[in-house]
């Protein structure tokens, strides 16, 4: 190897002040940043760089003035053949309406949810679509959401308690806007039943009976998809509504109540008995919900736990029309009056950080109104047929029999749950994902080593 | 001197009688090595073959059959479905400057290392070295938090900071691949004579002339090495996209693999095209480059 | 000093006084600079940063001042309520010592194989490379059309022959995904080896092998007491190589299922950490500094064996 030439040696200063001149080159923006941004120091975060450059940050929102102007809108509507197009749909009649222009920026629905938090810290739209529950409740909390308790007292009585109570964050203010919600039920095809005489079932007993009775005739009775990780949680919680209790069931998510609580396990007991009628195991947590709803659909299934978007799969008309569904069996249980069900309810927010909020904040907020009145919804549920309307002024007339069971099986429950993964802290959800996994690999395990590990990643995480 | 010639004779002769008899050795090797290729290819294959099958056939016969026809309807669906012209703009929105760049920072560092002498030359090459060989994953917990707040002005960022731009993206990549092509330039450099930078510099060319007009004509060879490399690694970049870029119509065509996942899920034909269409960058520049290609990937791991 | 001549061959005094004007010092103090800069600031910083951070505790909302110090709770958290660390470091171990002796070994055969000049050579190298220049994530994709239970290549193949086994569900099966995915990974990092090892024996002195072949010493015998040990920098490269691939290890089982249920590892966790509702950072920044503290090693390796002094 050639040795360098040793010409002159290039001192250690000249390389500090190279880097000098490379750090300088970076920092004149920072500079130009500061000096342009107004109150920076009281942001929360370190920058406030979001007020350094409102005309590159607002597209639309430069010139706006109040009563007209625009919107923008974070929608994670993702689904290019139905949802992304009902949105737009919603939008457009909105526009028509009111004259206000709104700029949507959608985003893959797994990846919106999963980058929420820089999303709302950083330079968010001014509305986004979001979900009732803790979820939302723990944005409210962190500043990053706006009160809406306001809009509420103009669109309150279009909802029920229930749907308030869901939109009202920690504080007692409203910070949602419902939109729509779809319950999670036991699917089946009319057909199927019909054909082998099967009947529906309300209680334990009778569903595990007709459960044995399709096993014998070479069906799967339950069928069950968790590659994903999250439709276990389903059955976990119409169980622990069954036999503990709405209450219990939403303090456990809080941390109010433990996982190494006996009733905890006694839900556990009790979905050992489903066990067997999942067919195997490891197969079921290698298959997508869409490739579990097939099952049903291609009739080798009997029936499917899953909300009812799971409709979504039986794409031919016939297929769709024989679908029908019951609410969970009731447990015999003191709390089988309640009717506890997952309903979890898709709506919408407004951000606190949005750098075109201030100018754009009346347009919103008609925005929001818009979003929570009938008309809306069912625009809107044109492509999403197998869910409900939030608002009461809901033209429920065009709706499927499959929409009119789902409005009627939410409407007599007294206990709406959002669905695990909206009910508790997120970390908490996510890891609970391989927990559910991992217990239904081995349900014969320690229980009490299981629900303690449950327990004590739930101490980790210093919530409660 | 002679007695050693006379003994290299004998075994000569043994030696060529144990080629001609390595004869059937041969063929057995060729077969296994023709096995493997097979074997090796398949996987590629049979994902083509999907890609080119309509969603009615294998719905009806399933995967694993004999297509009863083929078509290249899968590829036109992906392309329009799937946004891909989308994506390849924000490839090379990304790649082509990010690949140029490194190439020129990682020549100049390579050059003034190698040229001249100073303290901590040594240093900085083993900082850089090993700063090729990190995970992506020990650094992206702090440098997301920086993106979100570092600034950046208007015309290279649409929210003020350096999350979700293209800018960000093209940035860590510089940054990662520095490491890279600073150590397989310098080793090269290192081997071109010291004489020709010293009679330039005499004859009173500033440095900048002389590594832009007398040296770096001469690292042709590893900076076609290196671009073919970067472009690949760049382009198969999966992961700090996935992290450091939100909006979907924003992410580079890899990253864009996993909204497709989503958004086709129940369609393997159409997944498959997709994938394809996503790979044929790279197969198409390995083939006309493959030379390229390895030279990069062995000037990188061995010395001179 | 030497003197030194140039090509006429008539003397040169090699001058004592610097010819680098000021301006060509600033041009190497930024052909320096710049580059380093940005490596350092965007590499080393957010290196140095992890390790401060994984003594913190944060959930990444609101700015520095939110930060809380916490000692080594993340730690003993990470090694003791934290379920998927364990299983995540072992698969990490498991996936370093398939590619160590399973993977790496069948390349470094490959190498053997095609380092003969035999017919065809390019092409048995050029269908063996190929996985390499494609994408990990779509290298996952890929496989999980050969893993799939009802359509895969795999399972189709399998019933056809045993008609009475059940469908096996390679990537849903947390006892047999790993091996599988181990299998997608191995198909990219073998070829990945072989062209690597091919360099380097390309570059063995050819006479050395002809005196061992006189000397009678058989092919085996041959690459082992002769070629190996001359490969030795080329071999301690292919170590460094492949323990760090393996530590790299992400996009794959990202791609399958998202890294989890048998497909943890120490990668997916960090970045699970992080970049989602109530990210922890602290937290993911004590599982990065554990990943960190396991690729030093061959780091240092490799940087001792690269710089050290030419024998």
Not at chain 1, 271 to 298: H, M, S, Y
Not at chain 2, 127 to 132: D, I, Q, S
Not at chain 3, 289 to 299: D, E, K, T, W
């Amino acid at each position: 190897m050639a040795e360098p030439t040793r010409m002159d040696a290039v001192t250690r200063r000249t390389i500090l002040k190279g880097m000098a001149g490379a750090a300088g080159l970076i920092s004149i923006p920072a500079i130009i940043a500061a000096c342009s941004s107004p109150a920076a120091s009281t942001a929360p975060s370190a920058a406030a760089p979001s007020a350094a450059a409102p005309s590159a940050a607002a597209p639309s929102a430069a010139a706006a003035s109040a009563a007209t102007g625009s919107v923008t809108f974070g929608s994670n509507y993702s689904n290019k053949d139905t949802d992304t197009k009902a949105m737009q749909a919603v939008v457009d009649a909105f526009t028509k309406k009111t004259g206000i222009a709104v700029k949507v920026n959608t985003v893959d629905h797994n990846t919106f949810q999963d980058q929420i938090s820089p999303y709302l810290q950083g330079t968010p739209d001014d509305v986004f679509t979001w979900f009732a529950g803790y979820r939302m409740r723990f944005f409210a909390d962190q500043g990053l959401a706006t009160d809406l308790s306001d809009l509420w007292t103009k669109i309150g009585s279009n909802f029920s308690d229930a749907f308030k109570a869901s939109s009202t964050g920690n504080d007692g203010k409203q910070y949602f806007v419902p939109f729509y919600n779809y319950p999670w039920v036991v699917i089946y095809r009319k057909s199927v039943f019909a054909d082998k005489g099967y009947t529906v079932p309300t209680t334990w007993a009778d569903f595990k009976t007709l459960a044995t009775k399709m096993k014998a005739d070479g069906l799967t009775p339950l069928a069950f998809g968790d590659k994903d990780g999250w439709p276990a949680m389903g059955t976990f919680d119409i169980l622990n509504m069954r036999v503990n209790g709405y209450k219990y069931h939403i303090e456990l998510m809080k941390g109010a109540q433990k996982w190494t609580d006996p009733k905890t396990a006694a839900v556990f007991t009790a979905w050992k008995e489903l066990l067997p009628f999942n067919g195997d195991i490891a197969a079921a947590l290698g298959r997508t919900w869409q490739d579990t709803a097939n099952l049903l659909v291609q009739k080798k299934a009997g029936m499917y736990f899953l909300g009812t978007f799971a409709g979504q799969q039986a794409t031919a008309q016939a297929d769709h029309d024989d679908l029908d569904f019951f609410p969970f069996p009731t447990l015999g249980t003191e709390f089988d009056s309640e009717l506890g069900i997952d309903a979890p309810i898709d709506g919408f927010m407004l951000t606190a950080k949005s750098p075109t909020l201030a100018a754009d904040k009346d347009a919103a907020l008609a925005f929001l109104e818009y979003l929570s009145s009938g008309p809306a919804q069912i625009t809107f549920l044109v492509a999403n047929p197998n869910s409900v309307a939030a608002g009461n002024d809901a033209d429920t007339s065009g709706y499927s029999a499959f929409q009119k069971k789902s409005a009627e099986i939410i409407g007599g429950s007294k206990a709406i749950a959002q669905f695990l993964d909206r009910d508790t802290d997120p970390g908490f959800a996510k890891q609970m994902q391989s927990f559910l996994q991992t217990w239904l690999t081995n349900p014969d395990q320690d229980m009490t080593a299981y629900l303690k590990s449950i327990q004590d990643f739930w101490d980790s995480l210093g919530i409660s | 001197m002679t007695a050693v010639a006379e003994e290299r004779v004998v075994p000569r002769e043994a030696v060529v009688a144990k080629k001609r008899g390595i004869r059937p050795g041969r063929v057995a090797l060729h077969a296994f090595l023709i096995f493997i290729s097979l074997l090796w290819l398949f996987p590629l294959l049979w994902t083509v073959y999907t890609s080119l099958r309509p969603y009615g056939d294998t719905a009806k016969n399933g995967y694993v059959s004999i297509a009863s026809s083929l078509s290249l309807d899968n590829y036109f669906n992906a392309w329009d479905q799937g946004n891909i012209p989308q994506f390849f703009f924000n490839t090379i929105v990304i790649l082509v400057p990010a690949v140029i760049i490194v190439l020129l920072l990682a020549s100049a560092i390579a050059f003034a290392v190698s040229r001249f002498s100073f303290k901590f030359n040594l240093f900085l090459l083993m900082l850089f070295t090993a700063g090729n060989l990190l995970p992506a994953q020990v650094i992206i917990t702090p440098l997301y938090r920086m993106y979100l707040v570092l600034p950046l002005p208007a015309p290279l960022s649409t929210n003020g900071v350096w999350y979700d731009q293209y800018f960000g993206i093209m940035a860590i990549h510089i940054a990662f691949q520095l490491g890279f092509c600073t150590f397989v330039l310098s080793n090269y450099m290192k081997t071109l004579p010291k004489e020709l930078t010293e009679a330039a510099l005499v004859d009173g060319a500033s440095v900048f002339r002389t590594y832009w007009q007398v040296i770096l004509p001469l690292c042709k060879p590893p900076l076609a090495a290196l671009a073919t490399l970067e472009f690949t690694f760049i382009y198969n970049d999966f992961f700090w996209a996935l992290v450091l870029m939100f909006t979907g119509n924003k992410r580079p065509i890899t990253s864009a693999l996993n909204n497709l996942q989503g958004q086709f899920f129940s369609d393997n034909n159409l997944l498959a095209a997709g994938a394809i269409i996503i790979a044929a960058p790279t197969l198409i520049v390995y083939f006309i480059l493959q030379r390229q290609f390895i030279r990069g990937l062995t000037l990188g791991s061995t010395k001179g | 000093m030497a003197v030194s001549t140039n090509a006429a061959g008539a003397p040169r005094r090699r001058r004592r006084f610097s010819i680098l004007t000021r301006q060509d010092k600033l041009v190497l103090g930024l052909a320096v600079g710049i580059p380093a800069f940005i490596h350092i600031f965007l590499v080393w910083v957010p290196t140095i940063s992890s390790i401060f951070l994984s003594f913190t505790s944060w959930n990444g909302i609101g700015g520095l001042e939110r930060i809380k110090f916490v000692g080594i709770d993340n730690y003993v958290n990470m090694f003791t309520r934290y379920p998927p660390f364990w299983p995540a470091l072992q698969h990490n171990l498991v996936w370093l010592l398939t590619f160590l002796f399973i993977a790496t070994p069948i390349g470094i055969f490959f190498a053997v194989l095609l380092d003969k000049n035999i017919r065809g050579t390019r092409i048995y190298q050029s269908a063996i490379y190929l996985p390499v220049v494609l994408s990990l994530a779509i290298v996952g994709f890929i496989w999980q059309l050969q893993y799939a239970p009802e359509e895969g290549v795999l399972n189709n193949v399998i019933h056809n022959f045993f008609p009475n086994m059940g469908t096996i569900s390679w990537l849903g099966d947390k006892n047999i995904n790993l091996a599988a995915v181990l299998v997608a990974a191995s198909w990219r990092h073998i070829g990945y080896i072989m062209v690597l090892y091919l360099a380097g024996l390309k570059s063995v002195d050819p006479s050395l092998r002809e005196a061992a072949a006189i000397d009678g010493a058989s092919e085996r015998q041959t690459f082992f007491r002769v070629v190996l040990p001359v490969l030795k920098p080329i071999n301690v490269v292919i170590l460094v190589i492949t323990i760090i691939e393996s530590l790299r290890a992400f996009d794959i089982v990202y791609v399958i299922n998202k890294g989890q249920n048998g497909l943890e590892l120490l990668s997916v966790l960090i970045t699970q950490n992080i970049a989602g509702e109530s990210s922890r950072v602290g937290f993911g920044s004590a599982l990065a500094v554990i990943l960190l503290l396991i690729s030093v090693g061959p780091i240092i390796v490799f940087l001792t064996r690269t710089f050290e002094a030419p024998e």
